[in-house]
């Protein structure tokens, strides 16, 4: 149900008419594209819709002219959406709205195309300086009755626009459609999610062929062909491509890689690892496309997932769990052994740090549950809970029982204070500077206050 609106969509200029031209940037160019996505949206979306130009055409005012007047009949249900590119070096969006027409719809539009990311300028009125009874552009002057609008997505010859309209052109005509939606009263489904009977549907993105597209959906791409009456392989940026309903949508264990995604941000999405990705996916690159599928690791029980802190290093981690740091190497794909605050490690079975002895501590003065438990690498809720404590309340000489994992008898942790150096701990462990860096992989005798630092395991009996 469309409540009987109709909709033009114009790829302003075409052809021999470039428009606004910045470097080796054409305004058709962004236009074309724009309009051939806003068409097949449309399309989609089950609103009668037509387009002035699908190619790189020149076309007359005439001839643009019949199709804005001429395909639906001439009233205000009739929307022409001619899409432009702005330039004399301001920067953002402006709609610009016939005089015979309130500024709902090109508010609602500006709005829309501002929450996609791009600088609201204006909605405006623009006058014929010799009638000012009439509207500035033909398109609005020469179409009475319907309801035209202009629209410009940003400025061709503003740097911060240029990069705007080569990422997120698209993005802006999504709201757009978005918009247009919402005032003519239809439902709105996001791209791909049509509801024809029988059929998916697909929006060809960046980078996309009819292999990659098969592949996707388990398909081939002579049934993609077939079914979408497809003359050749070439494809456009924002075709809608219908998917037959034997073709495998994504399923829930797949993600479609959206704008401004990375391997890192899916990873911790998933609670899984990049080199996981990498691997399971079989991807000769970091670098991810719009649109691309991923299938994402179904986590194992078996395996604990540990986040590295800041400085976290293999060896201190595989002590951690009583692992080789072959092991963690091997099961994380690493091909070095740097590491990244933030990534996640995958621990091989059977690891899990278990809470099975304890050491007694005397409270000094100054002590709080925060810092005796940041001095043995455990939480003020583990020694509240192992000592049944009822408060964070300590006295002077209390003596407290400090939950240790077996790997701290082995290598105890030491958090670095105000005043340490490489030298001051060695000495209070009675082992040597060289020990220390060796063991915690270190390449210089310089520390940073809350650096946790390995003892050695014949030394870490933490006597008090």
Same mark, same amino acid.
């Given at each position: 149900?469309?409540?009987?609106?109709?909709?033009?969509?114009?790829?302003?200029?075409?052809?021999?008419?470039?428009?606004?031209?910045?470097?080796?940037?054409?305004?058709?160019? $962004?236009?074309?594209?724009?309009?051939?996505?806003?068409?097949?949206? $449309? +399309?989609?979306?089950?609103?009668?819709?037509?387009?002035?130009?699908?190619?790189?055409?020149?076309?007359?005012?005439?001839?643009?002219?019949?199709? *804005?007047?001429?395909?639906?009949?001439?009233?205000?249900?009739?929307?022409?959406?001619?899409?432009?590119?702005?330039?004399?070096?301001?920067?953002?969006?402006?709609?610009?709205?016939?005089?015979?027409?309130?500024?709902?719809?090109?508010? *609602?539009?500006?709005?829309?195309?501002?929450?996609?990311?791009?600088?609201?300028?204006?909605?405006?009125?623009?006058?014929?300086?010799?009638?000012?009874?009439?509207?500035?552009?033909?398109?609005?002057?020469?179409?009475?009755?319907?309801?035209?609008?202009?629209?410009?997505?940003?400025?061709?010859?503003?740097?911060?626009?240029?990069?705007?309209?080569?990422?997120?052109?698209?993005?802006?005509?999504?709201?757009?459609?978005?918009?247009?939606?919402?005032?003519?009263?239809?439902?709105?489904?996001?791209?791909?999610?049509?509801?024809?009977?029988?059929?998916?549907?697909?929006?060809?993105?960046?980078?996309?062929?009819?292999?990659?597209?098969?592949?996707?959906?388990?398909?081939?791409?002579?049934?993609?062909?077939?079914?979408?009456?497809?003359?050749?392989?070439?494809?456009?940026?924002?075709?809608?491509?219908?998917?037959?309903?034997?073709?495998?949508?994504?399923?829930?264990?797949?993600?479609?890689? +959206?704008?401004?995604?990375?391997?890192?941000?899916?990873?911790?999405? $998933?609670?899984?690892?990049?080199?996981?990705?990498?691997?399971?996916?079989?991807?000769?690159?970091?670098?991810?496309?719009?649109?691309?599928?991923? +299938?994402?690791?179904?986590?194992?029980?078996?395996?604990?997932?540990?986040?590295?802190?800041?400085?976290?290093?293999?060896?201190?981690?595989?002590?951690?769990?009583?692992?080789?740091?072959?092991?963690?190497?091997?099961?994380n794909n690493l091909t070095s052994d740097n590491l990244s605050i933030g990534q996640k490690l995958f621990i091989p079975e059977g690891n899990t740090v278990e809470e099975t002895e304890y050491?007694?501590?005397?409270?000094?003065?100054?002590?709080?549950?925060?810092?005796?438990?940041?001095?043995?690498?455990?939480?003020?809720?583990?020694?509240?809970?192992?000592?049944?404590?009822?408060?964070?309340?300590?006295?002077?000489?209390?003596?407290?029982?400090?939950?240790?994992?077996?790997?701290? *008898?082995?290598?105890?942790?030491?958090?670095?204070?105000?005043?340490?150096?490489?030298?001051?701990?060695?000495?209070?462990?009675?082992?040597?500077?060289?020990?220390?860096?060796?063991?915690?992989?270190?390449?210089?005798?310089?520390?940073?206050?809350?650096?946790?630092?390995?003892?050695?395991?014949?030394?870490?009996? $933490?006597?008090?």
């Open positions: 149900m469309n409540n009987g609106y109709r909709i033009v969509v114009d790829a302003g200029h075409g052809g021999s008419d470039p428009g606004a031209i910045s470097g080796n940037l054409k305004e058709k160019d $962004f236009n074309l594209k724009a309009a051939n996505y806003m068409y097949n949206r $449309f +399309k989609e979306l089950g609103v009668p819709v037509a387009i002035t130009r699908d190619t790189d055409e020149s076309l007359t005012r005439a001839e643009r002219l019949r199709t *804005m007047t001429n395909t639906f009949g001439n009233d205000s249900k009739v929307l022409i959406l001619s899409n432009h590119i702005n330039s004399g070096g301001g920067e953002g969006a402006e709609i610009i709205y016939p005089l015979r027409t309130s500024s709902t719809l090109p508010a *609602m539009i500006l709005d829309a195309i501002g929450e996609k990311g791009q600088i609201k300028r204006k909605y405006y009125q623009r006058v014929l300086p010799e009638d000012p009874s009439k509207d500035y552009y033909y398109i609005m002057r020469e179409t009475p009755n319907t309801t035209s609008l202009l629209i410009e997505y940003g400025f061709i010859d503003n740097p911060k626009d240029q990069k705007k309209l080569q990422n997120n052109l698209l993005d802006y005509v999504e709201g757009v459609v978005e918009a247009v939606a919402n005032y003519i009263g239809i439902t709105y489904t996001k791209p791909g999610q049509g509801t024809s009977p029988g059929t998916n549907t697909y929006i060809v993105q960046r980078g996309d062929t009819l292999y990659k597209i098969a592949n996707q959906f388990k398909t081939t791409v002579a049934e993609l062909k077939r079914i979408n009456n497809l003359g050749s392989d070439l494809l456009q940026i924002g075709q809608i491509l219908k998917i037959t309903n034997n073709a495998e949508l994504p399923s829930q264990d797949e993600y479609i890689v +959206k704008a401004g995604d990375t391997l890192y941000k899916i990873a911790n999405q $998933f609670n899984t690892t990049v080199n996981r990705l990498i691997d399971y996916n079989n991807l000769s690159t970091t670098i991810l496309q719009i649109g691309q599928i991923l +299938k994402i690791p179904k986590s194992s029980s078996s395996n604990v997932i540990y986040t590295v802190k800041k400085g976290d290093t293999l060896y201190k981690i595989a002590n951690m769990y009583g692992v080789t740091v072959d092991e963690l190497k091997k099961i050491i007694v501590y005397k409270v000094e003065p100054g002590d709080t549950l925060y810092s005796i438990a940041k001095k043995y690498n455990t939480s003020p809720e583990a020694i509240k809970e192992y000592n049944k404590l009822t408060s964070n309340l300590l006295t002077i000489n209390q003596v407290l029982q400090i939950p240790i994992e077996k790997r701290v *008898m082995e290598n105890s942790i030491y958090t670095v204070k105000k005043g340490d150096t490489l030298y001051k701990i060695a000495n209070n462990y009675g082992v040597t500077v060289k020990e220390l860096m060796n063991l915690n992989n270190l390449n210089s005798t310089l520390l940073t206050i809350g650096d946790s630092i390995l003892i050695p395991k014949q030394v870490s009996d $933490f006597t008090n």
